[in-house]
């Protein structure tokens, strides 16, 4: 008998449309920097999240480099960050020579706790912005973080790469804060194979950054640099591509949404086991659904580990929870804010030490999902 099919987190997805806009491209000799798909991609995830301006670039990260240096970033500045996040999210503030300060998540979302953040605020007044992340697509207590980060007269970056078609009250993620970034990355919910969208509805901020990203060249016959560039701009072929992503979005996010409530009616017979909480007052694009195991599953042995590997063993992707920032070598001077523990940790730890990540992509099929939850049920049996 052979090896069963390989069941993926979150794979890429392409639609056929794709391939329409890349020949456009190909047919006008536009393959290269810049060209009509970066300016309509542009346009068309700037209307579809609901910001007024975007600038497409080379990656998410890049995207979080620059929104970084237009909050005005440098040597020493205090940046409040999620810290239950990947490291792509933070990383950017270090590129500046910032000074990175983490939060701590809270329990109802996973995001970054408010009241983590007013404590944060209170033991470090000279912050000049907060770096949040919606992890997993989930969007974050935003009235609470907006209120704080107002009352504070300090700009709120958002790191929406996860949650790109989530909402809060209506409102797209990645709009609130004074700049937003998205990611399409390959395991993203549309992907450009690579690359990353800065949206703001400050024109200005905008032609900066798409300035500083195609190496900051001044407008001149010769090659003039009074500052320092990047070579961040979005190729017209990857462009291409995320316009054919983006036509299929709803559809890939009503899919994601349908996994999660697959999981969810599995697992509900099974108290030890917890989905991945959503946020009441907003709509998740559920990227990735996760579960937690309880205390007391962890006691009987069944640990994320053990789950991880019965599902490898079945040839199934999945995977651990973000590992918080405030645990990495790389950031282990820097200082952590909690207010709240759980089993005597910060509830990032928690989270990170009885989590897992189940396969999320859109091409899994009820039969899929079906030896994915069966796998897991057996191991409580």
């Known amino acids: 008998m052979g090896k069963q099919k390989r069941i993926f987190l979150s794979s890429p997805t392409m639609n056929g449309h794709e391939m329409e806009y890349i020949q456009e491209a190909f047919d006008t000799n536009w393959v290269a920097p810049l060209g009509k798909n970066v300016d309509e991609f542009e346009n068309e995830l700037a209307a579809y999240v609901g910001s007024k301006h975007a600038a497409a670039l080379s990656a998410g990260t890049a995207a979080l480099h620059l929104a970084v ?18 490291a792509a999210t933070c990383n950017p503030v270090t590129y500046e020579g910032g000074k990175l300060v983490f939060i701590d998540a809270e329990k109802d979302t996973w995001n970054m706790s408010p009241e983590a953040l007013e404590e944060g605020f209170r033991k470090y007044p000279e912050t000049k912005a907060v770096l949040l992340a919606h992890l997993y697509g989930t969007p974050a207590k935003m009235d609470e973080i907006m209120g704080i980060c107002e009352k504070h007269g300090v700009p709120l970056i958002e790191d929406a790469a996860e949650a790109l078609g989530s909402t809060y009250k209506g409102r797209g ?3 609130f804060g004074k700049y937003g970034i998205f ?20 024109e200005k901020d905008i ?12 407008a001149a016959r010769h090659y003039e640099h009074k500052e320092i560039g990047y070579n961040y701009r979005m190729s017209n072929i990857v462009a291409g591509i995320g316009r054919g992503q983006l036509l299929t979005l709803d559809k890939y996010k009503e899919k994601k949404q349908y996994i999660y409530r697959r999981y969810q009616e599995a697992f509900a017979d099974i108290p030890e086991i917890r989905m991945n909480p959503l946020n009441p007052e907003g709509e998740a694009n559920n990227w990735l659904s996760c579960i937690t195991l309880e205390p007391e599953c962890i006691q009987r042995g069944i640990s994320p580990l053990v789950i991880m590997e019965a599902l490898e063993k079945e040839n199934i992707e999945s995977r651990p929870i973000w590992k918080p920032m405030d645990l990495q070598p790389v950031y282990q001077e820097n200082d952590f ?14 989270i990170f030490d009885r989590g897992v990540c189940l396969p999320s992509d859109v091409k899994n099929m009820d039969e899929d999902m079906e030896r994915v939850t069966q796998i897991v049920k057996s191991l409580f049996r």
């Open 183 to 202: 990611s399409f990355n390959g395991n993203k919910i549309i992907t450009t194979s690579g690359g990353g969208m800065l949206v703001s509805d400050s």
């Open 69 to 86: 240096k237009l909050a005005g970033i440098g040597p020493g500045d205090v940046v409040l960050s999620s810290s239950l996040t990947f």
């Open 337 to 350: 804010i909690q207010v709240e523990s759980f089993n005597g940790k910060s509830i990032g730890q928690d």
């Open 207 to 218: 032609i900066k950054a798409r300035f500083w990203a195609t190496q900051a060249r001044e």
């Open 173 to 175: 993620c990645g709009t």
